[in-house]
């Protein structure tokens, strides 16, 4: 049985775990102080070119997105997001039990627009209704997409014309940054938010997030948040190490590279034996429409999630590729399909 | 340099990595339905001798306190605790955070007894005060205390009298059990609590606490709180595999009987050389009172805390032992000392 | 000039004020303790044929949906709502900044089913998501249109089948139960809800709304939740004058009729002047679409709430009528318009 | 029966219902944006000398509290309050609800000075404690004692010098100000603090208070707060008429100074009848000592609270005076009390 659930079913990359191993017996401070923190927040500063931000490695992505965004809002004040956002759909209601709303806006593609924004700028417009003040967007999406620089450029732009906070969730920046059709850098990512976050969980590391807060007025006390939401790890070693590996030797977008070409060798093939796709995505996350009938016989030897029933007969399947995934292991699958 | 600070300086015992690696290529499903994760529940409920608990791994402490009692307290509900609690100190109040106020008990030892709680409800005594509803106990204690199974046992029969819910912090649980004082097993702690954690990260592992559920009122729905508040990791395989390791051939008690043995060879050292302590504790954590002439001195090649100022003269620090401190660095730190 | 911007313009009624005044000197008990609150709650029982409901008066329909939500609802637990709901739209945010989310349905009517809300379970089917368990209907909804008492009955049902709360925002219950096309009482409204809301502050009090919680599971503690909310006034009694006054003699329904009767004059009135509408609304707030042109003229001697902009020429404005609203103002209003 | 529980037993000064009357049919737009409150909120700038601060009138004591600490303060922040603290010990954990810890000081008096203060910031560090923020005195206090013009500098600077809010709670500021032993005028309570509440409940309003925002800081979408917390009133007209009667010709201080000068009537008879106090209050609350027999007896005619018992013997009682107690009822009481 192999499962294309998701890009979190193994554990951590052989390098992380030889980390662990080399440094286990040397004495750190706790609670992010530590030298492999310090390391790791040193070579992201490097690779987003940029000195002056704060970098705080936190354990997963609902903790950084709450942590984050409680930490940046006042309690009248409300986030933006597509309908497919995860911090709407799939945190349980956390940015809620925080105290904030979350407005959201109707999207095919996963991704939002400054027209968009715009509206519910114009129907929230007194003390009335929430102040909305943050933007969140997920790149790449929920769906697998990304957004081109010149959309980022744009919702920044609107942001800060708008006075509005713009963080990005990057739970899967890795295979967007990774991506064929990805025209910017992680430094980029950086000059347009006030706020975002490089995720490992899902490129590679047992667990954590590094967030990144380049906008100065979002910086103060946010240890404070970290330790208050039940997020700061007293082996904050755990986090440094990782993220101290994954940016050394280029090992992060190595990841991402090969989990992209495992999922186009996936979704060539899959276009060759003339499947169609639900979302049109370019990432590592793939939603082929299939029959109901092939997709028992698939479950035989493969697990998956039904994303979506398109009618009586076929349904739309989420195929997830990771950094172990083998060639083997598409063409295997690639040619039980074509049986 | 060698740190008396704390109990987590150091990385995981060995056969944890081991365990690491030995699983690390094994696809499993996320979010602690994992095999580990299930493999270890079922270790601990044998431990504890009961089928019928609700077992949760947890990354850290102040995450499964805030996790906890969010999840069994309503809104109008408060916690009562020593003034020494570590919710209530520190936390970051992560608790009122959560909503909830916590009442403290004025104590030097670290504990609290019924007769104390007593008087909190006898001033709580309709809807214009909150309504105090959990009792909060740390055991081993912030300071190094434990309770004997006597006043446990008053403490269970006065909360079940009085409808309270008895939950128990168990940050360093494996202290308490371990110590040469203690007259209670892991058995008695969940049949006189609702609910209390067995610490995993103060006693050999990365991260990770294991939250048990006794009390059938509190269990529902509790997988949403861990996801709500940030705390359902992805892999949750990592909590899985350190307490399946830790709870095979006895492993959590050797660590905890080692980090105490090297205590008490500290603690009656110091003893020795006429030092006295500022208080009575009987597992890891030693309060010693000594010159700030001779503090500073130790400061060269020791780093410990300065717990209290005690007079012009004297300090208490707090020295801590962990399951990789070897009894040659107690030698020659007390070697030092009697210079 | 003349507002028709809502019901709240005009102080209270007459037999209100001479209520306060009759009452001023006596000494009553603080906080909802006193004579004149226990009458109202007394009679309000006897309206709705029911002794075993629990009945708090609040001093406002935001606070009393804050209240109620909050105390009824765990932290994972989420509304389902209308996206016209007031909870929604016109709060700022209180029932999130309680912790809960507020799931939206979208609805041209004002109204939702019980086919919208099986859609809702179904895509929040495990922790990841909120739980849904609270159904949140406003009658009359916020654009005038009623349920009818089939669609209450088939919305209790589907509660009731699934495990949900039934919550009725009463702000214009008065409004709803007096309008022609109403087919039950405020006793069927007590049978087929969990909880509801007698609004007071829109149909002739100063302030006040009456909480009627039926739901037994609901009941416990709730005036913990009024006090530490800040809602539970020390002259309770206040409130209590004033339902006490609403309910006698039918005071209450007389001041929704005649509130009614003017809105029927009006719509009726634009009906004749070939004004078409952009709800079909049967109670007191009407949403005639007019020019613009003519707008601008009205708003010399009137003042109303632009609704929505129909296209260049046309928007519809919202015309709201109170119990104090003068036959001769329609006349004249309606005459203008002739003109 | 007569009762001295409290001074809200009673309703409104007779000037407060006639302007009720007289501005009844006139409308007004609602939420605070009348004539009425305008024109308080201009009686009251004039008052305290100060153009530039921001008003608003709020229905409650605990509701201004908990809408102005919880807009005042980031999650992480703290109040620093007396044990005695209303927002502590009466308000049923509402500041903790909006997610604050109260940090209390222990005080005989009801009052806290700077050097308790200091103390506290002493022993809160860094992030894993909470950020006290806020300090918080009532005045006069919960138990009848005022602070000095000297004191109120004192923590005014210290605030100042400590980057700590200045907030006071004047639920009883009339009874504070119109004492014989207060040195200082309304217009210096606003200099010397951040924010201050001039309570209109317990001097002769139905309901209200009136937060009054100095610091510049703290003004930013207020009124977003007051809707969120449910205290935004449709008929903030209520408000507004009463808070100008209480303005118009002093009737505000000339209620404080009957209430108080009933309060020393009361108090000398009790000194000149041999009674011991428990505390030394100078305002309109009142702790005799008084045997339990005694107690007993005065029950039959007169209704209050029993304080603390004092031993098995005494207890002391609270006797509250208000603005229409009656020189006749304290000669009644004393003399019942000299049989």
Known sequence: MYSF??????????????????????????????????????KIKVLINNENVDIHLISGGTQTNLTAISSFLRPHEACIAANT??????????????????????????????????????????????KPKLVYISNSTEVGSIYSKKELEELSLFCKNNNLI???????????????????????????????????????????????????????????????????????????????TLFTNNLYFELASHT??????????????????????????????????IIEKLKTNYSFHIWEQIDDEYSAIRLVTSWMTKETTINKFLSELNL
Chains 1, 2, 3, 4 share one sequence.
């Open 85 to 130: 956002a995860h911090i709407s759909t799939h945190e349980t209601g956390a940015i809620e039990c925080t105290g904030h709303k979350i407005i959201t806006i109707d999207t095919d593609t996963g991704k939002i627009c400054p027209k968009q924004i715009q509206k519910v700028l114009d129907w929230h417009e007194n003390e009335h209704a929430v």
């Open 5 to 42: 659930k998701d890009d979190y079913s193994e554990g951590a990359h052989p390098k992380i775990l030889q980390a662990l191993i080399d440094s286990n017996e040397m004495q750190e401070d706790g609670y992010g102080n530590d030298s492999h923190t310090k390391n790791a927040i040193n």
């Open 260 to 293: 992209n070409n495992m999922a186009n060798l996936l979704r060539e093939g899959l276009k060759s034996l003339n499947y169609n796709f639900l979302i049109d995505s370019h990432t590592n996350q793939i939603f082929p429409i299939i029959s109901n009938q």
């Open 166 to 244: 713009f963080y990005l969730d990057g739970a899967r920046l890795a295979a967007a940054l990774s991506c064929d059709y990805c025209d910017y850098s992680i430094a980029d990512i950086c000059n347009l938010t006030d706020a975002f976050y490089i995720g490992g969980t899902k490129n590679g590391a047992l667990l954590g997030e590094a967030l990144v807060i380049k906008n100065d007025n979002l910086k103060s006390d946010f240890r404070f948040f970290i330790k208050q939401k039940g997020a700061l790890l007293a082996k904050g070693r755990l986090l440094g190490i990782q993220f101290e």
